[in-house]
T-cell receptor, first 114, second 110 residues
Framework: EAQVTQNPRYLITVTGKKLTVTCSQN?????MSWYRQDPGLGLRQIYY???????DKGDVPEGYKVSRKEKRNFPLILESPSPNQTSLYFC?????????????FGSGTRLTVV | DQQVKQNSPSLSVQEGRISILNCDYT??????FLWYKKYPAEGPTFLIS?????DKNEDGRFTVFLNKSAKHLSLHIVPSQPGDSAVYFC?????????FGPGTRLSVLP
């Protein structure tokens, strides 16, 4: 089944403790992206990647890191999480690139930083 | 199995006419629905939403209709403008669950 898999689905952590949210797609998509969903703010892009070893900042990259060492994986790293990073995170990949349809979203990761 | 479907990958409409983007969902637990718009090289931005207790919500040129019995919602844009050309995502949620559709690319022709 074609899908984007995010792990974990739920995570509660403490301020300053490094964490990684994994994202993996099995569709050979070149484009992958991370978003955070906050009430009243909608979906905001954190980082995106057009291809392996190519990553770019989105609208809200501060406090986050990503890597794209292989096509299928695009982990989101929070080196020192803070409470303002409590949010619902989505990973997505796209068949036709960033400007077209054909997106597949992951199920989301609900992160709470205390 | 996709819980949120947008069966039209693309749509072209003449400027000034109505654009109708459709979205179908399978999970009857969904109680909140949203539409996002995405311009090239930008992240998606929130457009309009509707709660399952309503069947219509209007904001300027944008109206979302919800038909719960058919598990179908649609976004109407009237009149369509060239600046509306973008990819539109439908999303559905309940509780902690949030599901996006694959998107529909709208092209408004001058």
């Amino acid at each position: 089944e074609a899908q984007v898999t995010q792990n974990p689905r739920y995570l509660i952590t403490v301020t300053g403790k490094k964490l990684t949210v994994t994202c993996s797609q099995n569709m050979n998509h070149e484009y992958m992206s991370w978003y955070r969903q906050d009430p009243g703010l909608g979906l905001r892009q954190i980082y995106y990647s057009m291809n392996v070893e190519v990553t770019d900042k989105g609208d809200v990259p501060e406090g986050y890191k990503v890597s794209r060492k292989e096509k299928r994986n695009f982990p989101l790293i929070l080196e020192s999480p803070s409470p303002n990073q409590t949010s619902l995170y989505f990973c997505a990949s796209s068949l036709y690139g960033s400007d077209n349809y054909g997106y597949t979203f992951g199920s989301g990761t609900r992160l709470t930083v205390v | 199995d996709q819980q949120v479907k947008q069966n039209s990958p693309s749509l072209s409409v003449q400027e000034g006419r109505i654009s109708i983007l459709n979205c179908d969902y399978t999970n009857s637990m969904f109680d909140y629905f949203l539409w996002y718009k995405k311009y090239p090289a930008e992240g998606p931005t929130f457009l309009i939403s509707i709660s399952s207790i309503k069947d219509k919500n209007e904001d300027g040129r944008f109206t979302v209709f919800l038909n719960k019995s058919a598990k179908h919602l649609s976004l109407h844009i009237v009149p369509s403008q060239p600046g509306d050309s973008a990819v539109y995502f439908c999303a559905a949620s309940y509780g902690q669950n949030f599901v996006f559709g694959p998107g529909t690319r709208l092209s408004v022709l001058p």
